[in-house]
């Protein structure tokens, strides 16, 4: 009975293997094929995987097998931001901060960087201090804006 019992669950473990969405849709596009890559991280993303969403970002930023988006690339990056990834918190304080039509650009990108500093990234903290001396913050608190 256990004998058989096991041999199910070998047949099974090929299926959970390859139940992988992310190591998929990766795996389509170091291939080159983006478009099966877009397709699954879009999916990913529309249920909420912060991962996806800086994946997706990061197609649309670079324009790999899509057109250049940033407004679309920094509403996902924000996204999975707000959702608590640090990787998404730096490459959104990179597009905040090259975005020369946003006079609070410098503040919007502090935030994110105290954000990841909080969650102890380590680029955060320097780049959260470098900000505090530029802008002459000495009391970050209250400094954040929509």
Known sequence: MRTRALMSLLLLLPQFAAAN???DAMQAFDG????????????????????????????YQSGAGTQTDRVRARALYAEAAVLG???AMQNLVELIEADGSDPHAQERALCWYLMA??????W?????????????????AGNCID
């Open 21 to 23: 969405p992310m190591a």
């Open 117 to 122: 500093a909080g969650a102890g990234k380590k």
């Open 124 to 140: 955060a903290r320097t780049q959260a201090h470098r900000l505090l001396t530029r802008l002459g913050i000495t009391d970050p």
């Open 85 to 87: 990834n640090p990787d």
């Open 32 to 59: 080159g094929d983006y478009a099966t890559a877009r397709s699954i991280w879009s999916e990913l993303a529309g249920n909420g995987d912060p991962e996806a969403m800086v994946a997706l970002a990061s197609m």
